[in-house]
């Protein structure tokens, strides 16, 4: 037999700081031993729900093409949805199991539009997968809520309004876009109202997303956006603009115009593009004029104007900057001068007296 | 000095071997901490993103990936068209043939129908000229290409061409033999137009490794653990510092570096911080700090963000003298930039950046290969000496082992819970033997490069970038 007691007492001789290092070794030894285990669990359950998925995935997928394509006036079809209906209702209650078959009705909601969508709605309804989702929205997760609103609005759930708006300021930004995207996703451009009130910033991404929303709509009657060009919240100006861009909003130009004094540059410089587009020829003598007071990112998008919407009377202030110290503005300044007056142009590649200049010539010259 | 003196001496050195030990230890803890909450924070916020709004979308931001290349002959025509395989819709790609002396170019023309066009560039940052000039394809389906050849200048020179070329609002700076997965751009994309409180300079991503993995197309078709121990270990390693480490450290919005293998960056701040140091062997983690340092200076709250999801899959070294030269060109680049910009070191004005990030690099990363070596020697001479405490020497060489098998397995574990990559049977196995042997086939050789790295770097300062060389993920094909 072992004497333990030999090997306790020779321990506890040791200085104290030893006899932790062993024991902090001990506790990491246990940690490596049970992580090991756990790992291994991990790892078994992880292969084993992936399979499970694949085999759920294909089931539930059956049934509910069954239950879509089964024949409404037909007494024996409609039984059978009913049952499928009560086979679904009974596996939902388990989260992983709900989550399938959330997954299988959003891919099959992808791939059907009319009835067969509203036969997705009906379903989602009488599973009960919408209290799901509607409980979702109390939880005090955020994470939990913005999944909630998502799910709404992928089955165009109108009734979850009153619920949902008033996540429009949420302080999780994650919460905001998915509350945003409820809001047009199921009420178009009216969605956008919320653009009225909203203090805090619309991100570029969330911009992106809702302009993607929007143009999928076949209806592409655009609401006012005037307020909007005017709100305080800048980011509400910017997404405005864009709209104002692809919506080919001219009759906006005055207030484009106006913008053009803008505290912000980031706005400044994109109303100068959005007049671009918009043949804003209004804004060319007064961005002409202030020109010299412009920074020199608006002074490059004033040229971009410039290169769309030229007319021979700007020859004498494009022939001022054709030695601009800006790469940018010099070359869109030679491209210009090329376009509305030849001969000038060909004349001045002798007369230049710039080092980079007879590159650029050459290379504006070459360009057909 | 009499005896009690220099016992007093020796004992401050003990004490201090051991506050070095302690701390770094902590920090470990910590950091790992702090990864693993920000790490599932991430996945929450991402996991109801929906990322084919932005895939299709006309108006998304453009993005200029540039790729130097040199002598890539062996690869460079499969690498390109794995980068031309991405699904943003707003995005082109810049081949930088920085020189090479094989036939990566004539292999571009040839693969791609490309013709030199007329381009002038505006040398925003100065680069070595153009060598045969600027490619397009004449062929439809390859239009978002370009291929510049150039003089040799080195990798940030390249990079530094492709910057002057770009007319993208950002840029994506990667190794042209990296193989990225389809929809890298529009996640690595996400921070730069979703944070509204600050501006993102730049976003890093995780750099995984290919080596074994089955890829076809340029695409990734199968995860596989390579049976190269050295491969295998640097797997080990690449999971505890990115999942680990860099996920905290994008939490305290600390980043120091993001591989040069692949990031995205601002271009504007980029070119106004004068692009890529090219007297550098570390451009890819100076230019980070002088990106952060700009913005401090200017007093504008920024970011640099990074991306966990793995992204960008990478060919590691496979024997030891590659991979003895990778480490000593990455110990090199730490001590250039950290000497460069040692006036952020401790200094309030840089805030957090000063007071917590650079101090921690240096001292963690800059001193710990110095700092083990001495600790080694001191070692050897008290074993010379007869003077080893072995009571001590044992039991926290054994807590100090057990600590990095532990460390090890929890990056595993963090593997597991989130992107579980290497779903194969008996992998999790092989990784947890890897963990109690990594500390024996890979520590000591980055010990050694780190130190051959400082040697080269006071001693040796002609050594530039050091032997890399390729295989190629078409020959792990299966």
Not at chain 1, 68 to 80: G, Q, R
Not at chain 2, 67 to 74: I, M, V
Not at chain 2, 252 to 268: E, P, Q, R, T, Y
Not at chain 2, 275 to 292: A, C, H, P
Request: with cysteine; glycine share 4%; charged share 25%.
């Amino acid at each position: 037999m072992i004497d333990y007691q030999y090997l306790i007492d020779y321990f506890e001789e040791f200085p104290f700081l030893i006899q932790l290092a062993w024991r902090i070794s001990g506790l990491f030894l246990v940690a490596i031993f049970l992580l090991t285990i756990y790992l291994k669990v991990i790892r078994y359950h992880l292969r084993k729900k992936e399979n499970e998925y694949k085999v759920f995935k294909n089931q539930y997928e059956a049934l509910l093409v069954e239950y879509l394509y089964a024949d409404e006036e037909s007494e024996e079809a409609h039984t059978k949805q009913k049952a499928i209906i009560s086979k679904i209702k009974s596996h939902i209650p388990i989260k992983y199991k709900r989550k399938m078959v959330l997954s299988v009705l959003y891919n099959l909601l992808n791939e059907v539009s009319g009835e067969m969508a509203e036969s997705i709605k009906t379903l989602y309804y009488e599973t009960g997968l919408i209290d799901y989702a509607l409980t979702k929205l109390e939880n005090k997760n955020w994470y939990v809520i913005a999944k909630g609103i998502g799910e709404l609005r992928r089955f165009k759930i109108e009734e979850s309004y009153g619920d949902i708006i008033n996540f429009i300021e949420h302080s999780k930004k994650e919460v905001r876009n998915e509350t945003q995207l409820y809001l047009v996703n199921l009420f178009r451009f009216d969605g956008l109202t919320f653009l009225n009130e909203l203090k805090t910033p619309l991100s570029e991404w969330t911009q992106l997303q809702l302009l993607e929303v929007l143009q999928k709509f076949d209806d592409q009657q655009i609401c006012d956006i005037k307020p909007w060009l005017k709100s305080k919240n800048d980011s509400v100006v910017l997404f405005a603009l864009k709209l104002a861009q692809i919506y080919n909003q001219f009759e906006m130009k005055d207030i484009l115009i106006e913008l053009l004094s803008h505290d912000k540059k980031e706005i400044r410089i994109c109303v100068i593009e959005v007049l671009t587009h918009l043949y804003g020829i209004e804004a060319k003598e007064m961005l002409k004029a202030n020109f010299n007071e412009l920074s020199i990112e608006e002074q490059i998008s004033f040229f971009g104007l410039l290169e769309k919407l030229v007319v021979p009377s700007d020859e004498p202030f494009i022939e001022k900057h054709i030695f601009h110290k800006n790469f940018e503005i010099q070359l869109l300044a030679l491209k210009i001068l090329k376009t509305i007056n030849l001969d000038k142009f060909m004349g001045l590649n002798k007369l230049s007296s710039n080092k980079k200049a007879p590159v650029m010539f050459k290379f504006v010259n070459n360009i057909s | 000095m009499d005896t009690s003196t220099v016992k007093i001496i020796i004992q401050i050195i003990h004490y201090l071997f051991f506050a070095y030990a302690f701390s770094a230890i902590l920090s470990y803890i910590i950091l790992a901490i702090i990864s693993g909450k920000e790490t599932m924070e991430y996945l929450k916020r991402n996991s109801f993103v929906n990322y084919k709004d932005i895939l299709s979308s006309t108006m998304s931001p453009s993005i200029t990936i540039i790729a130097p290349a040199y002598n890539e002959s062996l690869n460079v025509v499969e690498n390109v068209r794995s980068l031309l395989s991405n699904h943003y819709v707003n995005y082109s790609v810049i081949i930088v043939n920085d020189g090479s002396k094989d036939d990566s170019l004539e292999k571009l023309i040839e693969a791609y129908d490309l013709e030199k066009v007329d381009y002038i560039i505006n040398e925003k940052l100065k680069t070595k000229p153009l060598r045969s000039g600027v490619f397009k394809s004449k062929n439809p389906a390859f239009e978002k290409l370009m291929v510049v050849d150039k003089e040799n200048g080195g990798k940030a020179d390249a990079l530094n061409m492709g910057l002057n070329i770009s007319t993208s609002k950002y840029v994506a700076c990667i190794d042209v033999d990296c193989l990225l997965i389809e929809n890298a751009l529009q996640k690595m994309i996400k921070p730069f137009l979703e944070v509204t409180d600050a501006k993102v300079i730049a976003t890093g991503g995780v750099i995984r490794i290919a080596n074994s993995c089955v890829i076809r197309g340029g695409k990734l078709i199968d995860v596989n653990l390579p049976k190269n121990l050295l491969v295998r270990s640097q797997i080990l390693e690449y999971l505890r510092a990115f999942l680990l480490g860099r996920m905290a450290w994008s939490r305290l919005n600390g980043l120091l570096v993001i591989s040069g293998a692949f990031g995205v960056f601002d271009k504007k701040i980029a070119i106004d911080v004068g692009g890529y140091d090219t007297n550098t062997v570390g451009e890819d983690m100076e230019i980070i700090v002088r990106m952060r340092r700009y913005m401090e200076e200017q007093g504008r709250k920024y970011k640099v963000s990074y991306i966990p999801d793995p992204l960008c899959w990478t060919e590691a070294p496979d024997n030891y003298k590659i991979f003895i030269s990778q480490r000593n060109r990455w110990t090199r680049g730490t001590i250039e930039t950290l000497r460069k910009h040692r006036k952020i070191a401790f200094n309030p004005k840089y805030g957090s950046f000063g007071l917590l990030s650079y101090p921690y690099w240096l001292i963690f990363e800059r001193l710990a290969p110095i700092v083990e070596t001495v600790g080694i020697l001191y070692f050897a001479v008290l074993v010379i000496l007869k003077e080893v405490r072995w009571e001590y020497a044992l039991s926290f060489l054994v807590l100090a082992y057990l600590f990095s098998v532990l460390f090890s397995i929890v990056s595993l574990y963090s593997e597991e819970l989130t992107f579980h990559q290497y779903k194969k049977k008996g992998t999790g196995y092989k990784l947890v033997l890897l963990s109690a042997l990594e500390p024996f086939v890979l520590h000591p050789f980055i010990l050694y490069a780190a130190v051959r790295g400082n040697i080269d770097y006071y001693f040796n300062k002609n050594k530039k970038w050091g032997e890399m060389k390729r295989k190629g993920f078409t020959s792990n094909t299966a």
